[in-house]
């Protein structure tokens, strides 16, 4: 039943109570909407308003005006949907988070949009089967909201090593985007662990169940961070120039991290790219996405950034200068 339908007159305060629910339930209603739904006075639907309140914990008071209600989530609309696909296609491209896991999500996301629209959106990578990644969010993920320890191998270079934990939070790293599992190692005194999901490997679920120790923020152990030589700044400003095919690439925007743009007499461009506080200021966060523009990019300030990205480069041509060493690989003819 819609807001436009005028239904017969329900005289049961029961079933009157009960209409109001399932109309909160579908979608934020104010009192005049709801009121012409059921067919009563403004009076006796803000009466039956507050009886329902007082039954149904999860009714809430919109702002206004005019006020609302709903129960529950209300559902997202449109231009919602597009922003969180367009959030989720972005943490896939990059490899922040697994396709696979983001997939049933993203599905539900697209569904309700118009088919023209569903038409236009970029075609997910379709897989045969979940990757690693994939199938240890999952596991941990399972055992994050039931409570249970998790078992898995850990991998470092040339070794692995089994680990327990009582995962309590998986967020992402502030530089590289990659999922940490943050909890307690029950075999260590409870001590507060950080892992890689990309580097937890075989994971399953013990039988057992723990009581949850919600941490505080302050309590995940800090990954090492290269800070910058000379600076030690935990934010800057890094003034860029672009060169070549890269000017046009900046000019057409697309790149949140850059500020706004100016053409030079030469027609190369210069954007300032700030660098997060989340960041810590390092030269890991910022250098590898610097060196991926090749030629085309010039590191103008701060002394600190271009001194590094100028040795760095350096080392680069060095390396490719060099004739590679062929090793003979084993059980070769």
């Known amino acids: 039943m819609t807001s436009d339908e005028q239904p017969e007159r329900v005289q049961s305060p029961v079933q009157r109570l009960f209409l109001l629910a399932r109309l909160l339930r579908a979608r934020p209603h104010t009192v005049a909407e709801l009121a012409a739904a059921t067919g009563q006075t403004l009076a006796a639907t803000a009466r039956d308003l507050r009886e329902l309140e007082a039954l149904e914990p999860e009714l809430r008071v919109l702002p ?72 240890a969010l999952q596991a941990v993920t399972q055992a994050w909201l039931t409570c249970h320890p998790i078992r898995f191998q850990e991998w470092r270079p040339g070794t692995r090593r089994a680990a327990r934990l009582h995962p309590l939070r998986i967020e992402a790293h502030p530089v590289s985007g990659d999922l940490l599992v943050v909890g307690r190692d029950p075999d260590h005194a409870g001590e507060v662990r950080t892992y890689r999901l990309s580097r937890m490997l075989h994971v399953t679920l013990d039988p057992q169940t723990f009581t949850p120790d919600p941490l505080d923020p302050a309590q995940t152990p800090a990954l090492p961070v290269t800070p910058l030589p000379a600076t030690g700044v935990p934010g800057m400003t890094v003034t860029l120039r672009f060169t070549g095919e890269a000017t046009f690439r900046v000019l057409e925007g697309g790149y949140g991290c850059l500020g706004e743009p100016s053409i030079n007499p030469d027609g190369s461009v210069d954007a300032p790219l700030l660098v997060p506080h989340a960041a810590g200021g390092t030269a890991r966060s910022v250098l590898p996405w610097l060196l991926s523009w090749g030629p085309q990019v010039q590191v103008l300030g701060p002394d600190g950034m271009r001194a590094e990205w100028q040795r760095l480069t350096r080392e680069a041509a060095e390396v490719a200068a060099q004739t590679p060493t062929r090793f003979v690989q084993h059980g070769a003819a």
């Not at 396709?99 to 997910?124: E, N, Y």
């Open 64 to 135: 206004g005006p005019p006020q609302g209600y709903v129960i529950g989530t209300p559902e997202l609309d449109g231009a919602a949907r597009l922003t969180l696909l367009r959030g989720l296609d972005a943490l896939a491209a990059r490899g922040s988070e697994p396709a696979a896991s983001l997939a049933p999500l993203r599905a539900a996301l697209a569904d309700a949009l118009p088919a023209h629209v569903r038409a236009a959106l970029p075609r997910p990578r379709v897989t045969s089967r979940p990757a690693a990644p994939d199938l």
